[in-house]
């Protein structure tokens, strides 16, 4: 029972991470070295912040009227709901208007900056006379500051910052605490001696220097945010430029490969080397997982025409072309080795048939691919080379392939794998002759 439990929770955090990072994930679906989509992107997840800012703003509002049963409030209440619903429309409809226009989208930007910052001062001077909720409403700057923070952009913060801490001080001096009143007829003069004792500028100071202090470690942050957004776009164009460099080169590599070894790729010969090799490897004992991938093995040389055209499916340099590439790789590399393989059938029997076959030519043969599968293939492969005419040799009789397998060609493979070949050569004479 507590099995489907855990699945669930398990599921519904899965399902709570995708919902996030498709409202506000700001590398969701972005190409991050396209500035203009990189801001567009960012553009969308901030108006969706202000959705939510504008929906606590009218909860907010909802509970000052309940709470003081005040007409003005309700009014204030229900004005606010229709006018922050047609405020996210129109950022909407600018930020959709071009997504590809960075113009547009810088204009959009510093729009969703100024209502940020300039909601939350309308909000304070709507609640700063509450006690109850005038320091929540005095957050709203800092929040503002946040918000217009997920941007990266140091030029956009350092011009908020400024006009916000203006408009702060504004605040301080017309509504927290009344500057007007505190002055009561007094020259400039006057009253400056006696606005520095008071309590109230000792607050005002305290609150302007917190402020600036919580802006410079935000400017830190965006700084080095924007920094290591810039290193990331950097690195990312240099993997795609070593991207496209590589896939010119194995295009080319293989592009050669394949038209130097055209004649390897005989679908009638794989497939009969396929079926042989698959018959002594049952004989062998080879276990069945083992016997299944060299059956894909034996044939995968006739898969070349799916990288043959590899620069031509590299139209862009996304992480599903990445992948695409890795894995036409992976199976391009396992071509070159199955052709390595066959290339090498083909020396061995040319060499014997030739009388060129030495000692040296011996051990450079048991080097090249010696795993008991690649053994399974050659010794087929090799055989059935024998028996089919070649433009070095003739056809030759399955007793004359059977006497070379117990004298010189007995030595390119294992012991027990030759001896098993030997035991059932009819059942292989049968199988070549009714193919």
């Known amino acids: 029972m507590a099995e489907p439990k855990k699945r669930g929770i398990l599921n519904l955090k899965a399902f709570g991470k995708n919902i996030f990072a498709k409202f506000f994930g700001f590398e969701q679906g972005v190409d991050i070295t396209n500035d203009t989509a990189v801001l567009y992107r960012r553009n969308v997840v901030i108006k969706n912040i202000i959705f939510l800012s504008n929906i606590m703003y009218s909860i907010i509002l909802l509970i000052l009227s309940l709470s003081s049963g005040q007409t003005s409030d309700w009014v204030v209440t229900i004005i606010a709901l229709p006018l922050t619903y047609v405020i996210n429309k129109l950022l909407r409809k600018l930020i959709n208007m071009d997504p590809e226009d960075k113009t547009k989208q810088m204009v959009a930007m510093y729009v969703a900056a100024f209502y940020i910052f300039f909601s939350s001062v309308l909000i304070y001077a709507r609640l700063y006379q509450n006690q109850y909720f005038e320091t929540g409403a005095y957050i709203l700057m800092y929040y503002a500051v946040v918000v217009i923070s997920l941007y990266q952009e140091k030029r956009l913060l350092s011009s908020s910052f400024q006009a916000l801490l203006a408009l702060l001080t504004a605040i301080h001096l017309i509504w927290t605490y009344n500057f007007h009143g505190l002055v009561n007829g007094q020259t400039f003069v006057e009253f400056l001696p006696a606005f520095v004792q008071l309590p ?3 607050d005002i100071l305290l609150r302007t220097l917190l402020f600036i202090l919580f802006y410079f470690v935000v400017y830190a942050i965006v700084s080095m945010g924007q920094y290591m957004q810039e290193e990331r776009k950097k690195e990312l164009i240099k993997r795609r430029q070593v991207q496209g460099d590589f896939s010119h080169i194995v295009g080319d590599l293989f592009s050669v490969v394949f038209s130097s070894s055209y004649t390897l790729m005989d679908k009638r010969h794989a497939h009969q080397v396929q079926m042989m090799s698959e018959k002594l490897a049952n004989n062998y004992g080879l276990p069945q997982a083992k016997i299944e991938s060299m059956n894909k093995y034996a044939l995968v040389h006739l898969q070349y025409q799916e990288i043959k055209n590899l620069l031509n499916d590299m139209n862009t340099f996304d992480e599903q072309t990445y992948d695409m590439l890795k894995e036409k790789t992976e199976l391009g590399s396992q071509i070159a080795k199955r052709m390595q393989l066959a290339q090498k059938c083909e020396d061995i029997a040319r060499a014997h048939i030739e009388d060129t076959a030495n000692e040296n030519f ?33 056809p030759m009789a399955h007793s004359m392939v059977m006497k070379l397998y117990q004298s010189e060609l007995a030595n390119y493979f294992d012991y027990d794998l030759k001896e098993r070949f030997l035991k059932f050569h009819d059942e292989f004479a049968e199988m070549y002759n009714n193919f």
């Not at 011996?362 to 690649?374: D, G, N, S, V």
């Not at 399974?376 to 024998?386: G, S």
């Open 200 to 202: 109230e500028f000792s």
């Open 362 to 394: 011996l051990k450079e043969m048991l080097i090249i691919q010696p795993e008991i599968e690649a053994q399974i293939i050659l010794l087929c492969d090799l055989y059935i080379t024998m028996r089919g005419p070649k433009p070095f040799k003739r």
